[in-house]
């Protein structure tokens, strides 16, 4: 061999052990500063949290009792009591209950007329052509320009895929199709105070996501470039822990019925690296509750299955994860398909209307494109657990 090939050789073999080599340290490296910035985090919210007073999930939980103390909040803690629907910072913006004061001092109820008064007249709602109808009804569809008409306005054979029954279920329960929830904006002024140093140094967070004596205790970031947060930190430095991730398809405000979350799987344990252990149901069993504190409202919610799925390819069958549930319909395929796939059952019920969040990272135990996901259902108000 040429002295010159030998020298190539010899250079590029050093080079592969020096990168080699400095992988570890700058992982290492990486991983320290990531859990230094998520403890600075977290230091400042529990600070603004335990100058509040507020409540929230105790690390050790009342799993097992029968009753819960209520938080100054009015949310009870999940793990063994009912729980309030508010769960917003200072009990929420609460109404009144008299309605508007006029300058007489009397109450004014919204809605009553007045004497006296000219009501102005009622805007004829815009004429829908029945291709507007259909399109209503086709999945994947959040939310349209035009005006959605009431379910009497629609005509039976416009309701395609069985829907019909499905509407009419829906006007029984109360459970609304997803386009009709009113629609909630971020209000900046209504933040957690908990929450509201931490949205401050960067506005893609959406929410705090905890599971008590776990190391999930992490912000819940959003952004429009769904990678950035794969390979960035909460402050956008290059990281290769990355971040717990709100998908784009979901709104964490109104909310979608399925709020979506993935997050790393590290070998260290790190982000959601020991989402797996609820493979186990005795590890269920002990860390069955969490916390998902949106922006603007506390949510507590149970974990109702977990189960091994994959990155499935179109033509393949499996678990879709459905960030965008419309109808019952939809719920009720996507829920049948958690059932089959389940590792253990929960005996804990679900059913539109439900809020749940998915949480998912990656798991190569079973094939290369594998996932472990695990469930969650926002516990209701006044549900107990054993």
Known sequence: MKRPVRIALIVVAVVSLGIAASYPILYRSEREDNNSAMKELARMRDEALSGKGGAGLDAAGPAGTDSGEAGPSGSVSPAGGAVSESGTADGGHEASGGGEQTEEGSAETPGEEQPGEEQPEEEEPEELTIEDLILDYVPGLKWRQTPIPEYEELDAPVLIGGRQAAVDRDKRTGALPYYM??????????????????????????????????????????????????????????????????????????????????????????????????????????????????????????????????????????????????????????????????????????????????????????????????????????????
């Open 181 to 386: 929830k009113e629609k909630v904006e971020l209000d900046e002024t209504r933040i957690l105070p908990e929450l509201r140093p931490i949205y401050m140094r960067n506005k893609d967070m959406v929410g705090w996501l905890h599971i008590p004596d776990t190391v999930i205790d992490y912000p819940v970031v959003q952004c429009q470039n769904s990678d950035f947060y794969l390979e960035h930190d909460f402050y956008g430095k290059e990281n290769n822990n990355g971040q717990i991730i709100l998908d784009t398809k979901c709104d964490p405000y109104t909310p979608s019925y399925n709020l979506v979350i993935s997050g790393h799987h590290m070998r260290s344990g790190d982000m959601f690296g020991n989402l797996p252990e609820y493979r186990d149901k005795s590890y269920w069993e002990s860390h069955r509750f969490v916390e998902f504190d949106h922006l603007m409202e506390r949510k507590y919610y149970v974990v109702i299955a977990a189960f091994y799925s994959a990155d499935y390819d179109e033509d393949e069958e499996g678990f879709r994860y459905n960030a965008d549930i419309q109808y019952r319909i939809d719920a009720d395929q996507w829920l049948a398909e958690i059932r089959a796939s389940q590792i253990y059952d929960t005996g804990i019920e679900a059913e539109f209307g439900d809020e749940f969040i998915t949480l998912t990272t990656c798991d190569r135990s079973r094939r290369q494109d594998g996932r472990f996901v695990l469930i969650l259902r926002k516990i209701r108000e006044g549900e107990k657990f054993s």
